[in-house]
């Protein structure tokens, strides 16, 4: 860029002020959008990518099928890692390890530490010493070989380290004794340098999980090492593939292998088990599986639909350039032809018109890198906090800035450019240029803008089909009452039944509580258990999984569930008699409820024979994404299904504090009866919300994109608005003193766009249609796409673009056409 084409460049820009800040502003809008989503993309994507032979890294999960009906977990059984290693070819390495909740950590005092507490510790595991080959970290004292190749060892990473010793070098660290909830003390024997980058895999103590052998301690942790049958979502397998290993053949040897040593019985017929490698680059982003602990799952097709948003909206601004300076190439046309004539070459010309919009893209960016953290803190609460502009560290945010630079100039300045350096001198001289060029120009135009239109009615469709599809499932009768309802975790540890007696007893005299039940999940959660179950109808065995809710008699009452028939539950039933759903009823050939009433359920849970003593009505045991399954509730004092308590509010006085000095005495009787944990709860109608969390980020952010994209139109749209009327003043004033009036001068100015807003809303609509129908396929119950959401996107759309316009055809059509007429 030389000094001669910046001067011109800021001379032209002086003397276009109102279009260059419009090109400026669509730019930077496009930019900063495209800005923030790279970094939510770029963040995601970034995810477990930093190990070394990354690719070779597989997390062994297991596929079951029962009866059709398939379920996935993200575990294995205990004893698999260890035949895997001896028995399975083709893998470098294998590591096992198991994943516990949250823990009480104590530290014991020390001449040069003070002793101290750390309550619910997470990200702790029970790992061998293959995990550190597995996982290559950066040792800052004790040695991979050695460090948890005994009972009673601990690694931890540096942050832990410096929580549990502040002040203490790591090597110091080495030897200081942990106990975890208060019977498991630790050796430390090793530190590891925490990983800096994002990861899935943020353990920060590693305890040896030969420390099982003991089985006192297994028992206490609730792990077995030696049962083949049950598959646990704790207890994980890592593997690591030799060079050139084909991951089905290791998929079919570990099946295989688990089946000598587990071999399938007669009951389990009809069922099957299969052992499968998810890809490390694979869990960060499969649901089905999950990661750990209810970290972040990302979503693919989010993530492409984002960088397609984004890809938009820096588009618009770009078509938005591309409008505005072809639409002034008229005005320039004996600019450039003098300097033809002068002695300008094409190349210089084109030079000279690419050095204009580059300096108008380097603005642009540097007005959206100074506006990014605003965005990225106006959408903090879906955006992970980790995600922020930092241009010194991250070298590939730079990058991309460099490049969308270059690429927006080139896209947003080549046409014009090429436009404007094509004019003969002598055709432009003679004021002959616009009659030359106009009807292909005016054809770009006009395309451009169809286009631009096309994409911001596009974005308004969605929005509201997805708010109207949110709304629908979160105002949706699930079958259940959700309203005033707050439940409780208790402790899965030493979680005696005295204990769970005593905060029962105590939330009975709190006198603004209507009732209490104690069981297992809330009727619509996240997780829920299932058995197999047969029933014989005479002439065939109908097998099929049956879902679990565990309660007690108050359960069904609580939650306002409507039993169609029989009886509700007793505390006597738990091991003879039980209550199914409608759905469950009818699959095994019941039309009237009243029918099932009565029957056997056999080889309940593999052995049980289980009466069904009533049929509920239909609720939803998960989001509307899923359809309502077979279900029975059951009643059980397993300490595993029977700790959460369910506690129903009496209604609230308006204005009234009751709930919160319920809550208050909640807390107190928690306290009372657990006071080495801590007292958390939930309201039942915000948890149901989290299920639509993704919906809801998902109609936000197409929110933010439908206003962006209508402002980037509009700015277009004004640029365009104010460069005809300009054209068209001494037509106008010739048309008043002829006597239009102002409607009709107003009406023949907007009438073009208002066509091209039209055609856009044709083209629109069916691909709008198409693509959030197929959205809506997501959800097995959901709202219709009604009419009148693409008449509000249309007549929305034409309301602004003419309130848009009319700021300069009102202001021209009320001028004094004697004005008019002495404009040249």
């Known amino acids: ?211 099982l052998e003991r089985k006192a301690i297994a028992d206490n942790l609730g792990l077995n090492l030696t049962n083949w049958g049950g598959t646990s979502s704790s207890s994980q397998c890592l593997v690591k593939l030799s060079p050139g290993t084909d991951p089905n053949t290791v998929e079919k040897a570990i099946t295989s292998l688990a089946e000598k040593h587990n071999p399938p019985q007669p009951e389990d017929k009809g069922n099957s088990r299969a052992f499968g490698l998810q890809p490390l680059s694979d869990i960060h982003f499969n649901p089905i599986y999950g990661n750990f602990q209810g970290g972040h799952i990302a979503n693919k097709n989010t993530l492409y639909s984002l960088s397609i948003i984004g890809a938009f909206l820096l588009f618009l601004g770009c078509i938005n350039f591309i409008n505005l300076n072809t639409a002034q190439s008229t005005q320039r046309a004996k600019e450039i032809s003098i300097r033809k004539t002068i002695g300008s070459t094409r190349t210089q010309l084109i030079v000279q018109l690419l050095t204009e919009t580059f300096i108008i893209t380097v603005i642009a960016v540097i007005i959206s890198v100074g506006i990014s953290p605003i965005l990225l803190n106006l959408f903090s609460d879906f955006i992970s906090a980790e995600i922020r502009l930092d241009l010194i560290q991250a070298s590939g945010i730079v990058i991309f800035l460099l490049i969308l630079t270059v690429v927006v100039s080139l896209l947003s300045g080549f046409y014009p450019s090429m436009v404007l350096s094509a004019y003969k001198p002598v055709v432009a001289l003679k004021n002959q240029a616009a009659s030359k060029g106009n009807t292909r120009n005016t054809l770009l135009r006009k395309s451009l803008i169809i286009s631009q239109f096309v994409i911001a009615q596009f974005f308004i469709i969605a929005t509201v089909v997805v708010v109207k599809q949110t709304r629908y499932a979160l105002n949706k009768d699930l079958g259940f009452k959700k309203d005033a309802i707050v439940f409780v975790t208790t402790p899965w540890k030493n979680n005696t039944e005295s204990k769970k007696r005593l905060f029962a007893d105590k939330l009975s005299k709190i006198p603004q509580i209507n009732l209490v039940s104690r069981g297992g999940e809330p009727p619509s959660s996240y997780q829920t258990s299932s058995t197999d179950a047969e029933f014989f109808d005479g002439k065939r065995n109908i097998k099929l999984q049956l879902y679990l809710k565990f309660a007690d008699p108050d359960y069904i009452k609580l939650y306002g569930i409507k039993m169609q028939a029989g009886r509700d539950i007793r505390p006597s039933d738990s091991s003879s008699a039980f209550v ?181 809303f044709v083209i629109v609509v069916p691909l709008a249609w198409w693509a959030m129908n197929s959205w809506m396929q997501g959800f097995a119950d959901r709202t219709t796409i009604s009419w009148w959401i693409f008449v509000l996107s249309g007549g929305g759309m034409l309301f602004t673009a003419l309130l848009t316009l009319s700021s300069q055809t009102i202001r021209i059509a009320l001028s004094n056409p004697v004005k008019s007429l002495r404009t040249e």
């Not at 995810?47 to 009866?67: L, M, W």
């Not at 028995?87 to 001449?111: C, D, H, Q, R, S």
């Not at 619910?120 to 190749?149: H, M, P």
Request: glycine content about 6%; proline content about 3%.
């Open 1 to 211: 860029m030389t000094a001669n084409h910046l001067k011109v460049a800021l001379r032209h820009f002086k003397r276009h002020k109102v279009f260059t800040l419009i090109n400026i502003a669509g730019l930077s809008i496009g930019i900063s959008a495209s800005l923030i989503i790279f970094l939510i993309v770029k963040y995601d994507f970034s995810f477990d990518r930093f190990y070394p032979e990354g690719d070779k890294i597989y997390r062994v999960v297991t596929n079951f099928d029962f009866s059709g009906e398939k379920v996935y977990n993200m575990g294995v059984t205990a004893p698999l890692p260890d035949v895997i290693r001896k028995e399975v070819t083709g893998i470098e390495k294998t590591a096992a390890f198991f994943t516990l909740y949250e823990m009480n950590v104590k530290v014991p005092a020390a001449a040069e530490v003070k002793g101290n507490e750390f309550k619910r510790q997470g990200n702790i595991v029970l790992a061998d010493a293959d995990y550190f080959d597995v996982f290559k970290y950066e040792w800052l004292a004790g040695s991979a070989s050695s460090a948890l190749t005994e009972p009673n060892k601990v690694v931890l990473t540096s942050e832990k380290a410096r929580l549990y010793f502040p002040g203490l070098s790591p090597a110091a660290v080495i030897g200081k004794m942990i106990t975890y909830e208060d019977s498991l003390t630790m050796q430390v024997t090793g530190v590891v340098a925490s990983f800096t980058q994002n990861t899935d895999f943020k353990f920060g103590d590693f305890i040896s999980r030969s420390t």
């Open 580 to 760: 199914i759903n409608e759905t469950y009823a009818r699959l095994i050939g019941f039309k009237n409820p009243s029918d099932a009433v009565g029957k056997y359920i056999e080889n309940f849970n593999g052995d049980k024979r289980m009466q069904v003593v009533g049929v509920f009505a239909d609720f939803r045991q998960e989001s509307l994404h899923s359809p309502v399954k077979p279900m029975a509730v059951i009643t059980s004092d397993e300490a595993w299904n029977s700790g959460i308590f369910h506690i129903a509010l009496k209604p609230q006085t308006p204005g009234g504090d009751e709930w919160k000095t319920a809550l208050g005495s909640i807390g107190k009787a928690w306290k009372e009866s657990y006071p080495d944990d801590d007292f958390n709860y939930h309201f039942y109608d915000e948890y149901i919300a989290k299920f639509y969390d993704s919906e809801q980020r998902t109609s936000r952010l197409l929110a933010w994109t439908s206003g962006l994209s209508i402002l980037i139109s509009c700015l277009g749209l004004l640029g365009l608005a104010i460069y005809t009327t300009s054209l068209r003043t001494k037509e106008v004033g010739i048309r008043k003193v002829l006597g239009a009036t102002v409607v009709q001068v107003v009406t023949l100015l907007s009438l073009e766009m208002i066509a091209l807003i039209l055609l856009s």
